[in-house]
């Protein structure tokens, strides 16, 4: 299982992005979807989840700014971005989980895109 993120760039305070991750090779079915974000010097942390049932999870540092949704039928997840601060910097990644073929396990992580926010 591979998967593909984009939409990462430079962006000023306050502006928008929306990164894009697509999961691609032997997947039955696909359980959560997750996108991380690690910065300079700091621990990779967790920044919003989308579960099978449609559950969805935020940090709270970007609650009501941050938008994760999912399309199973593309094995695609998105991260809607809005009213960036310079504290989103940092490279997100995505992760995915879910079951191959013969009830086999996979946990992917994407290859990370960078955001940078500044002016």
């Known amino acids: 299982v591979q998967l593909q993120a984009s939409g990462g760039g430079l962006v000023q305070p306050g502006g928008s992005l929306r990164l894009s991750c697509a999961a691609s090779?032997?997947?039955?079915?696909?359980?959560?979807m997750t996108w991380y974000r690690q910065a300079p010097g700091k621990q990779r942390e967790l920044v919003a989840t989308?579960?099978?049932?449609?559950?969805?999870n935020y940090a709270d540092s970007v609650k009501g700014r941050f938008t994760i949704s999912r399309d199973n039928t593309k094995k695609t997840v998105l991260l809607q971005m809005n009213n960036l601060k310079p504290e989103d910097t940092a490279v997100y990644y995505c992760?995915?989980?879910?079951?191959?073929?013969?009830?086999?396990?996979?946990?992917?992580w994407g290859q990370g895109t960078q955001v940078t926010v500044s002016s």
């Open positions: 989308s579960a099978n049932d449609g559950a969805t």
């Open positions: 090779g032997s997947i039955l079915t696909i359980d959560t």
């Open positions: 992760n995915v989980d879910g079951w191959k073929p013969y009830l086999s396990r996979f946990n992917a």
